[in-house]
């Protein structure tokens, strides 16, 4: 008797291709398109450089070290967008003031 073979299409069902639960990669991405978003909104903002600057940083080396443990291309596609995002908000904060903008020095 042939039967139907039920594929589910979510979000993890993208992510994991190939069958295995990532918990880890998966926080990695959440953590890294969160401090992407972030990073790109609080840039709108002159008076929020030291947030913009200091969520992209960290959005760079999440999303780094995301890639680093990586395992199928779907994580990759989403930590790439995630990476650049936190880029343009860690540049266009570090424009604005830098990191320390006035607090220091």
Aim: avoid cysteine; charge should be neutral.
């Amino acid at each position: 008797m042939a039967q139907a073979v039920r594929t589910q299409r979510n979000l993890l069902s993208l992510l994991n291709s190939d069958g295995k639960a990532h918990p880890v990669e998966n926080t990695m991405i959440a953590v890294t398109l969160v401090l992407g978003a972030v990073a790109i909104f609080t840039t709108f903002s002159n008076s929020l450089h030291l947030v913009s600057s200091w969520a992209g940083l960290v959005g760079i080396g999440t999303g780094a070290w995301g890639q680093f443990i990586s395992s199928t291309t779907g994580e990759r596609f989403l930590l790439i967008i995630g990476l650049g995002a936190s880029a343009v908000g860690f540049f266009l904060g570090m424009a604005h003031g830098g990191l320390f903008g006035g607090v220091l020095g």
